[in-house]
């Protein structure tokens, strides 16, 4: 490819440039926990511990972004009946997919990147939805 999964994670503060800085909020964003609790980062990747339930990785979560909304991430899994108190192994790639892009919302992080081809629009648009519908009549 042309770089982007590179400069997302570059973006995100994962990665070092090899040459310049990425600042937010006019900060370095490298090494720097601080802003980097601003910025949630959804990886084509994917990065959950099989053995942990949703609600287990919501846990760890809460632990790096201190404004996580235990609020948001389960009105999300409860909308799309994503079962949240399941181990992680049982779920399809689509359903870990929910769940890292639930994850992600409910962070509430000031800027959120997604790194992940359009390949099941159906998972994607119906946790977006969701995520749009809350957020424009004000529920989170």
């Not at 846990?59 to 991430?73: M, N």
Request: charged letters at 25%.
């Amino acid at each position: 490819g042309s770089g982007k999964s590179t400069l997302l994670r570059i973006m995100s503060g994962i990665y070092k440039a090899e040459k310049g800085n990425v600042f937010v909020d006019g900060e370095d964003v490298f090494e720097n926990d601080r802003i980097k609790a601003k910025i949630s980062f959804v990886s084509d990747e994917q990065y959950l511990i099989p053995h942990f339930t949703l609600t287990d990785m919501a846990g760890l979560y809460k632990r790096f972004y201190p404004s996580f909304s235990y609020e948001r991430f389960e009105k999300m899994c409860d909308e799309i009946n994503l079962d949240r108190n399941r181990k992680i192994s049982t779920f399809s790639k689509g359903m870990k997919r929910q769940g890292e892009v639930i994850l992600s919302i409910s962070t509430n992080s000031e800027y959120l990147f997604f790194d992940f081809s359009n390949r099941n629009s159906n998972f994607n648009g119906r946790v977006l939805w969701v995520y749009q519908t809350y957020a424009f009549w004000n529920i989170f």
